[in-house]
């Protein structure tokens, strides 16, 4: 038995993922309890068991899926606009992590809206756009790369110089040890920034769903909401969770297959 | 099917003739509170034999500094050198050469790239993309692989090397460029001793088939009297030459010479010349 407060301690897997089952039924256990004792009204705390037949209503009725075609709509939403953020966030990162004037340039237009409220350019993004799909995808596109740039610049600038000298030494071009040292090395980190804004785009694709929804989870969750039927919103609030997990976990294993060496240093 | 030899396995550099000379190096830098400060005052050197020449003194003292001023690799935001100049086979050098090579002490390995990867890393450049053909630089790095002797550890990754493999991961990349001029930056400084040994011995196994120019940074008196043809004392804040003399020991030198009155003389000599030249600054290191 390892001592309990200690950081550098790693728990066996086995016991690790048990802690973890462990809390994960403990908060069902409290939800069920809560919903079973009548304490909280049915109409604000849905119980589990009604979730889960919510889930099951959701997932087939009258031989169709609502939620296969909603998650279908949101995820290719999703991958639009992450192949945008990709296409462009990175590119603009890495200029302005290798260049310091291009940095001086973009970073007073870039870095604000890191900490700016991307969620009340909604109306904005309205006002221009309209209300259909391009306004959604600018949206997520928005809200994950204003994350992603300053990610990627810092990820360029995290790359020790000894490897920019090296490759400068043996001839190297200027553009050349950027691009055959310097991106290579920051990769890791990179990618990083790229789960971080698929991640960021999971939280706002409700959001982005919510004006003028006529497909996706977010709309299946507004729609829900005005009928009051919170066992779906619930419903549809774990599919979102447990999709962006998987996204993040599958990006993860992904990147641990491209980038190996990272963890061997 | 042949087997290579390792001799043949690098051929002898073309018989050019060679001159590498710092002319009158000065190198100042600016400090925090203002003025500043004079790290190398008026240092003149030749070089035209190939040879292994140690630059021998203090940690700190300014010998990196020069080494670097040879190699073209200019530290940012300083002007270097202050004063003086180096002339490269009689033309001022400005930037990185391409007859220069370096190894650094910290051995600048990318981790994503395998030992192959790592050596031949230089054929992705431009440079030397355009000037060696494909099939023979593949030849190149086989061969020098195996005169550096990790052929079996090619598909490894640096991480998955020990601190002496690195290190010759790092001098089989330069070597594989035959250079005219190999620049050494205390390469075996951060080696055990054991490995420091070993490291020596191929750096002269390597010298003898590739008799290149090396100008080699220590601070270890027993290394530079391993090495060296010829040792270049400085003294230190400033650096400044306090001695110069040729070793026409052959190489590899035995125990019994290192041990031999004529070489603690020698070594005798060097400290109190160190000594002079920085009394109570800096360190260095004796290893006998």
Not at chain 1, 4 to 25: E, S
Not at chain 1, 128 to 146: N, P
Not at chain 2, 91 to 96: H, I, L, N, R, T
Not at chain 2, 99 to 114: E, G, I, K
Request: glycine share 8%; net charge positive; hydrophobic share 50%.
């Amino acid at each position: 038995m390892s001592e309990f407060w200690n950081p550098y301690a790693a728990l066996a897997g086995r016991q690790r993922r048990l802690l973890g089952v462990a809390a994960v039924a403990a908060l069902l256990l409290l939800w069920s309890l809560l919903a079973a004792s009548g304490l909280v009204s049915a109409t604000k705390l849905p119980a589990p068991w009604d979730v889960l037949a919510a889930l099951a209503y959701l997932s087939w009725h009258e031989g169709q899926s609502m939620l296969l075609t909603a998650t279908l709509w949101s995820v290719g939403r999703l991958l639009v606009a992450g192949a945008l953020v990709i296409a462009i966030g990175i590119p603009v990162g890495i200029a302005m992590g290798a260049a310091p004037r291009v940095n001086a340039v973009l970073s007073p237009l870039v870095d604000p809206f890191r900490s700016a409220p991307v969620v009340a350019l909604l109306p904005i993004l309205v006002m221009w756009l309209g209300i259909g799909e391009t306004m959604k995808i600018v949206f997520l596109f928005i809200g994950a790369v204003v994350y992603l740039i300053p990610m990627v610049r810092d990820a360029i600038q995290a790359v020790p110089q000894s490897y920019w000298i090296g490759a400068r030494d043996l001839g190297a071009t200027p553009w050349e040890c950027v691009q055959r040292a310097v991106i290579p090395m920051a990769m890791p980190r990179i990618a990083d920034a790229v789960i971080v804004g698929f991640s960021v785009m999971w939280t706002y694709i409700t959001v982005a769903e919510y004006v003028n929804a006529r497909q996706g989870l977010g709309q299946l969750i507004q729609n829900a909401r005005r009928f009051s039927a919170w066992d779906q919103v619930f419903a549809g609030i774990m599919v979102i969770i447990a999709l962006a997990l998987a996204t993040y976990q599958f990006m993860v294993w992904l990147k641990r297959r491209l980038y190996p060496w990272e963890t061997e240093q | 099917m042949s087997v290579a030899q390792p001799q043949a396995a690098i051929a002898a550099p073309a018989a050019q003739p060679l001159s590498v000379v710092l002319e009158d190096i000065v190198q100042e830098y600016p400090l925090p509170g203002g003025g500043c400060t004079r790290v190398i005052d008026r240092v003149s050197l030749r070089f035209d034999q190939p040879g292994i020449n140690m630059l021998l003194g203090p940690s700190g003292c300014g010998k990196s500094t020069l080494l670097h001023m040879l190699g073209g690799v200019r530290p940012l935001g300083v002007v270097s050198p202050s004063g003086g100049r180096v002339l490269i086979d009689g033309v001022e050098c400005q930037g990185p050469h391409d007859d220069a090579v370096m190894v650094f002490q910290r051995y600048a390995n990318r981790p994503d790239l395998t030992v192959f990867d790592n050596v031949a890393f230089p054929f992705r450049l431009r440079l030397w993309r355009e000037r060696v053909a494909e099939a023979e630089w593949r030849q190149r790095v086989e061969d020098i692989l195996k005169a550096v002797g990790l052929s079996d550890k090619r598909g490894l990754r640096p991480a998955q090397l020990s601190g002496g493999q690195n290190q010759r991961v790092a001098l089989a990349r330069a070597l594989v460029l035959r250079p005219r001029i190999l620049l050494m930056d205390e390469p075996f400084g951060a080696l055990d001793a054991q490995t420091r040994d070993e490291m020596q011995r191929l750096l002269i196994e390597l010298h003898r088939s590739w008799p290149c120019l090396v100008v080699f940074v220590t601070h270890d008196v027993t290394e530079a009297l391993v090495l060296g043809d010829r040792v270049i004392v400085l003294g230190t804040q400033p650096a400044r030459v306090a001695d110069d003399f040729q070793i026409s020991e052959p190489r590899p030198r035995s125990p019994a010479w290192q041990r031999a009155r004529d070489t603690l003389a020698l070594e005798e000599r060097i400290l109190d010349q160190l000594h002079q030249a920085s009394p109570g600054k800096g360190q260095i290191r004796v290893t006998v």
